[in-house]
């Protein structure tokens, strides 16, 4: 494996940081992994170290890096929904130090994963894109995955019942926390009105490229996207597409924290960029 290098570079006048780790071999594919807020370029238990310089091991150059208002990088934090010009930076990026690279997959956790289907899969140099656990939040989506996810598999379990009966438990709270989440899946606020994961949803469904969605299987992110998604004609139809592949990973967390877990994420990427490498993904 070359050299890691600190590469600058800018976006609409800030100054911005990567860490490039380029890769032996002539693939002319190339990552670039965008961090979810509030994280920066090392990401969570060093996260995107690991996915990157194991990437870079399997032959595939590699660029994570601050975007403004992260990490060392300069300027205010425009919000996930306004990446689209830093995004682009980091792209050029990539290809200015490694001009070998013709096409750019984009690696997302979390919000930077909806920031790739807000605005990543737009960019002509992208030929496919990796989002994981995408970040769909919305209040009444939050409420509804809570009620299915949290109360009712609560209310199964022989635990729940017997810390009721045995006085440690207080009915009023749990019912309250109940009713609360129910009266929140009928509300409806002023995101509503154009909510953002719908844009998500018609994204995936429109770009051309492979897609690997990875869903943690411990997370409630995970869960009110795919919920999300499956209560949507958009969503459902995305979720169907032969471009598509998804992953869930039994026993994660929404970072994928632990060796296990960052290791289970660094090898489907690399299996999926090898079927994507060999156009068995095209």
Request: glycine share 10%; net charge positive.
């Amino acid at each position: 494996m070359m050299a890691e290098q600190a590469v600058q570079f800018s976006c609409e006048g800030e100054n911005l940081l990567g860490i490039l780790h380029p890769a032996a071999g002539n693939s002319d594919i190339g990552v670039v992994i965008i961090v979810g807020g509030p994280q920066y370029r090392i990401g969570s238990h060093r996260q995107f170290v690991h996915l990157a310089r194991t990437l870079a091991r399997e032959g595939t150059a590699t660029l994570r890096f601050d975007y403004r208002g992260i990490g060392d990088a300069g300027g205010a934090l425009p919000g996930f929904e306004n990446l689209g010009p830093d995004i682009t930076a980091a792209i050029e990026a990539l290809k200015r130090h490694v001009p070998g690279v013709r096409r750019v997959v984009l690696w997302g956790l979390c919000d930077a994963a909806s920031a790739i289907l807000l605005d990543g899969v737009h960019h002509p140099d992208v030929c496919a894109i990796v989002v994981a656990n995408p970040w769909a939040r919305t209040e009444a989506g939050q409420a509804r995955t809570y009620l299915k996810h949290y109360y009712l598999r609560r209310l199964a379990t022989p635990a729940f019942w017997k810390k009721l009966f045995s006085g440690r438990l207080s009915l009023r709270r749990a019912a309250g926390g109940l009713a609360e989440n129910m009266a929140a899946t009928q509300r409806k606020g002023e995101e509503d009105a154009a909510p953002y994961p719908d844009r998500m949803l018609e994204n995936l469904l429109q770009f051309a490229g492979p897609i690997l969605l990875i869903l943690s299987d411990n997370d409630y992110t995970a869960r009110e996207f795919e919920d999300y998604a499956k209560r949507s004609k958009t969503g459902r139809k995305a979720l169907k597409k032969n471009t598509l592949t998804l992953v869930r990973l039994p026993r994660t967390d929404h970072t994928f924290s632990g060796n296990e877990g960052r290791r289970r994420v660094a090898g489907e990427t690399t299996r999926w960029l090898a079927a994507l490498a060999s156009s068995r993904l095209a």
